[in-house]
């Protein structure tokens, strides 16, 4: 029989850490010190036991609103095939029911998440720094990120739909200067109207605008004066990592290299965790190169599976999708 905890305080760390080192090679360079923070820091986090043995983790972080990544999941080697990662990943898929539901994993995980409704995404990357500066070992692995550049047969404009795609702005920009800052603001209805203006939706909410940015642990702006040019947040737990989010910048201001700027700053704040996005159709052209590297085996789980084909092609590959070295 399979029990489950929620409270990390009631897990003894020594067994969760030899849980992750044996189900993923990666966390074999973390101390114990740096798993137990990580599971602190997490917006939510669920262990599954068998006769009071720790069997399986998973962990998550979400914005609590309407973006999600599962940050890893883990089961231990006796345990497996026996339906202990299914429960975990069903019952975080109720938890954050209605959000964006995000994740990556290896090649022969892929099935698995399929079966469980999720798609493989097409416009998720990893930031791996500017000028080289944060590029990690393992970067470069084919496994899990496409080559520079690489582009879909389906991709082209139709597809970026309601999404702006790096029109030039007709605005004078010249004697403009613009300030850059990491420190949170209150300025919430300047930050929802650039949101706005950057993405469409004219019924976006600042109450929900104002929970996001205020329940980020990370964020940057850039400004004209007082005026909100840019934004960029990010949900992290502090530790291993960070899903960033609203990357925006207002129309009138293309052409002024605000966007990376803004990521930049955003990221500097926390170097050394994995920082994972996922992008609208319209925004693969700008995260397209480096510093991004565009991931290969991310994936989806949509808050409206149903969307229309012709939508849904612009966003997440078709099911059982693989690429010529798969």
Known sequence: MITYIDDIEKINIDELAELLYESLPVRRKDSKTDIKKAY??????LFGFVDNELAGAVRVLSDNIEWTIISEIAVKEKYRYQGIGKGLINKVLEKFKGHEIFTYTYYDSLEFYEALG???SKNAFTYGGFNGEYLEEGLDNKEFYLKNGFKYETEFYPFAGIFPVGQKSNKDLSGVTIRYSTEPVKNYVGINNLLIRAFGGHDRNVVTTTKAFDESRYVSYAFDGEKVVGCARAVSDGVLQA?????AVDP???????GGKVVENLCRQMKGQNLFLNTHPGGVGFYNRLPYKRNKTALLYPAHPDMPDDIAKGFVLPKGFKFADE
Request: glycine letters at 10%.
């Open 40 to 45: 602190e820091g997490t917006t939510y986090a």
């Open 118 to 120: 999720f798609k493989r």
């Open 243 to 247: 899903l960033i989010l609203n990357v």
């Open 252 to 258: 009138d201001y293309q052409g002024l290299h605000i």
